[in-house]
């Protein structure tokens, strides 16, 4: 298992590092100026010119190749001060440093995430196994059906309309905001409790079905038949034997999804005017502030590296095939 962690850690590291090279590049290929980006209107040749100086860009793109990939490991210095590692650089249009600000907004994408995981997946997971321990019953229909009419929705459209019930005609909650868990637990809870029911419910509908799909899929495996066979009741035979393996496409989506979210949850956090790391993206395009979106993208593309080792680990104990391969 210890190999097996090791290969799956180092491939990681490796196409991590090929991400920041490719995303170096593309900033540095782009027709734009970033001294005039940083500058902004009405920016003096002198003020210009020490704004090339302080970002580097007059030096070898070898040369900034090298401070950038090597200030994410040891940090870098900049006229505002040191940026401490793991450093993406500083922002051309507030002048703070991208890690800073992002550690900032990660916070609420990151318990927006956690909560409206926990509700689809036990929701999701819990109505999709009942139905195919219960296929063909009314049960299966209500669930199936339900899946399907909320599969349909999409976020951008399901949530001004709970916004619309619940906060603004009948005043039953307050709009959503985010309050640390640290600070006020409940608060936290109840602040963000509507865009975590809103982005778990899309993801519910699309759960329920697999899990139904899959558990139908591993009833119907030869050692559930011969286990059946055996004189084994439905019931252990369904925990015992089919659950297991019917968690596998389960775990692969999954970890596409968490590492999405946790990228940044950008269409919940527009509709609910949460300041995350979606809206930080969108942010960034907008004003153009390259170092800023290209942080956002690396962490982003860390998360789901992170996330893919994770998936490859529960691959690894769900099924001893994998881990053997």
């Keep these: 298992m210890l190999q097996f962690i090791l290969r799956r850690t180092v491939g990681a590291v490796v196409t991590l590092f090929l991400i920041g090279a490719a995303t170096f590049f593309l900033f540095v290929a782009a027709p734009s100026d970033y001294a005039s980006l940083a500058c902004g209107k009405d920016c003096s040749p002198a003020r210009l010119e020490d704004i090339r100086q302080a970002l580097g860009l007059n030096e070898p793109v070898a040369k900034q190749f090298w401070e950038f990939m090597s200030g994410i490991v040891v940090g870098r210095d900049f006229p505002d001060g040191h940026c401490a590692a793991p450093c993406l650089g500083q922002s051309f249009y507030s002048g703070d440093f991208v890690w800073d600000t992002i550690m900032d907004r990660f916070p609420l994408t990151l318990s927006l995430t956690a909560g409206a995981i926990v509700v689809f997946l036990v929701v999701g997971l819990g109505a999709g196994m009942l139905a195919a321990y219960r296929r063909g019953s009314m049960v299966d229909k209500v669930a199936t059906g339900t899946s399907m009419v909320l599969s349909s929705f999409q976020i951008y459209f399901l949530g001004p309309i709970v916004l619309t019930i619940l906060v603004y005609s009948t005043g039953w909650m307050e709009d959503p905001k985010y309050v640390p868990f640290t600070e006020d637990p409940v608060g936290w809870l109840v602040g963000l409790s509507i865009p975590m029911v809103v982005m778990a419910t899309i993801f519910t ?121």
């Design 205 to 325: 509908a699309q759960y329920t079905r697999m899990a139904r799909a899959s558990m139908i899929e591993q009833l119907a495996e030869e050692h559930v038949r011969t286990a059946r066979a055996k004189g084994m009741s439905k019931k252990y035979v369904f925990f015992r034997y089919a659950w297991r393996g019917s968690l596998i496409p389960i775990v692969t989506v999954l970890g596409i999804d968490i590492s999405a979210l946790l990228g940044g949850g950008v269409v919940t956090e527009l509709t609910f005017s949460l300041q995350g790391i979606g809206r930080l993206a969108v942010d960034g395009a907008v004003t153009k502030d390259l170092p800023l979106t290209m942080g956002v993208m690396l962490f982003g593309a860390f998360f789901i590296l992170v996330l893919n080792i994770l998936v490859d680990i529960v691959y690894a104990y769900i099924d001893p095939r994998v881990r053997l391969s």
